[in-house]
């Protein structure tokens, strides 16, 4: 169960270039990992794009933003490639690191329930505990609520 002021669950994934990221390189540092159903569908392209948008506002407040999904490394280069996403995408294949952090799961869509991704973001703080956890979100705006609540817990920690 993923709770604000607990360590956040460590983890190990590929990026879009096939390169091993692990949370603990960005000790230090606050870390936005936001989990999404599919590469270059309409909700996940809003979602990435409006983090992309913020890249700067984000950089400003120290923070890096990673976005995962079920997604291989080559459909994720391609995704970043043709919407100029600024942030890394990591792959989480077998859904292990969902898991641990409540992304995957049951859930309802049109009347029916299947397991799959739960649209979620995890905000860890530079020692590594989880600062905030947005359990289920609309792709739209997220961004900026993010952005947001970055802020007011910056403000709170000086």
């Known amino acids: ?5 607990k360590p956040a669950p460590p983890f190990e994934l590929t990026d879009q270039n096939d390169a091993s990221v692990r949370l ?7 870390v936005i990992l936001y989990f999404y159903p599919r590469d270059d569908t309409p909700g996940c392209t809003t979602e990435a794009c409006d983090f992309t948008a913020a890249h700067k506002a984000f950089a400003r407040l120290d923070a890096v933003v ?3 999904s079920p ?23 077998r859904h292990t690191t969902m898991e641990r952090y409540g992304a ?3 859930k309802k869509m049109y009347g029916r329930t299947s397991q ?3 649209r979620s973001t995890v905000l860890i703080d530079p020692e590594g505990k989880i600062a ?10 997220h961004a900026e609520k993010v952005r947001a609540r970055l802020e007011e817990l910056r403000a709170t920690a000086r």
């Open 1 to 5: 169960m993923i709770e604000a002021g």
């Open 24 to 30: 603990r390189d960005f000790a230090g540092k606050w």
């Open 66 to 68: 990673l976005g995962c």
């Open 71 to 93: 997604d291989p490394p080559e459909t994720h280069r391609d995704f970043a490639a043709k919407y100029n996403l600024t942030h890394t995408l990591l792959s989480d294949p």
């Open 104 to 106: 995957w799961g049951e």
């Open 116 to 118: 799959g991704v739960i």
């Open 132 to 141: 905030h956890h947005w359990r289920r979100v609309q792709a739209k705006g």
